[in-house]
């Protein structure tokens, strides 16, 4: 029996710990032959030593990502836990940023494929809440969704919610023929066309039905607490101030969440205004949030959209 005691001097504890002890549960549930008690800022770990010294080269290097970075995620915590190559941390989110984030039907991989999309990754590995900002095409939505499709495939999440507001609609959807899913499709289409290249059509229409992966209306989300769950809201350059705040405020403490937009495509009426510039502006330096701004040479589609970009961005009324 060998008995190891760490201190935590370095760090704060909380963000070690995790809420509610979250955190050492999770290193708990990865050393289940080790007795692990935690006082103020020391660790005591005890149990056979191979056990002990595996525990301790993880528990350093999360303590060196937190001296680093100050905060960390529970989903990276328990990647950090479940990285059986040996290669740290200090490559732990980069290692390899063409990896295959998503293996599709029919063969088709997805991955990053552009810098900002790539850094979009790596965000998403260190942040709970992250805002994807750039024009049409440049792969923030796609990525998003992958990302979400990662996460569930990994069991890292119960499921995944798609919202998006129905500004055509204004957001008054009653009148429309059909179901609640049937009344929001069409402005979820794009969410959708990722899914379909990236879970078989099947399995899709099986999450689908049990509402694993789920349509949220933007407008139909007030009252909710989003737990265990990878939460995209795409277009949010057309959600309101308080429609932002109400999004944000719905995700639960085992929660992800990608806010896309393009400030340049605003289609609310002319007397709102979009609460994606502010939500940005404020909340930028919080911990845990992550900020990208995607541009013209992240775009994937049609090679003349660049030049569509940079045309319109040159010539703003």
Do not use: C, W
């Amino acid at each position: 029996m060998t008995e190891s005691i760490i201190n935590l001097d370095s760090i704060n504890p909380i963000e070690f710990f995790g809420v509610n002890n979250g955190k050492l549960d999770l290193l708990k549930k990865k050393f289940p032959l080790l007795k692990i008690l935690s006082r103020g800022t020391q660790l005591k770990l005890s149990g056979s030593p191979e056990e002990v010294a595996t525990a301790e080269e993880k528990i350093g290097q999360i303590v060196k990502y937190l001296e680093r970075n100050g905060n960390l995620t529970e989903n990276y915590f328990e990647q950090i836990l479940g990285d059986e190559e040996g290669t740290g941390i200090d490559n732990f989110s980069d290692r390899n940023p063409n990896e295959v984030l998503v293996f599709g039907p029919n063969g088709r991989t997805v991955r990053a494929r552009t810098a900002n999309q790539k850094k979009m990754v790596s965000l998403e590995a260190k942040n709970d809440i992250i805002f994807a900002i750039g024009p049409a095409g440049t792969g923030k939505t796609y990525t998003a969704v992958a990302l979400a499709v990662r996460a569930l495939k990994n069991k890292a999440i119960k499921k995944i919610i798609l919202t998006r507001p129905a500004v055509e609609a204004g957001e008054s959807l009653g009148f429309l023929p059909g179901d609640l899913k049937e009344k929001i499709d069409p402005y979820l289409r794009p969410l959708y066309d990722a899914l379909d290249d990236m879970i078989p059509a099947e399995k899709l229409s099986y999450y689908m039905a049990n509402r694993i992966i789920e349509i949220a209306p933007l407008a139909y989300m007030r009252g909710r607490t989003l737990d265990n769950s990878f939460i995209i809201l795409d277009e949010a350059q057309n959600a309101t101030d308080l429609q932002i705040k109400m999004f944000l405020t719905r995700i639960g403490a085992s929660a992800k969440a990608i806010i896309t937009g393009d400030l340049t495509q605003i289609d609310l009426p002319k007397n709102q205004k979009s609460g994606l510039e502010k939500a940005t502006r404020i909340l930028r330096n919080i911990e845990g949030i992550g900020y990208l701004e995607l541009d013209e040479e992240d775009v994937v589609r049609h090679r003349l959209v660049k030049a569509i970009i940079r045309a319109y961005d040159a010539n703003k009324d």
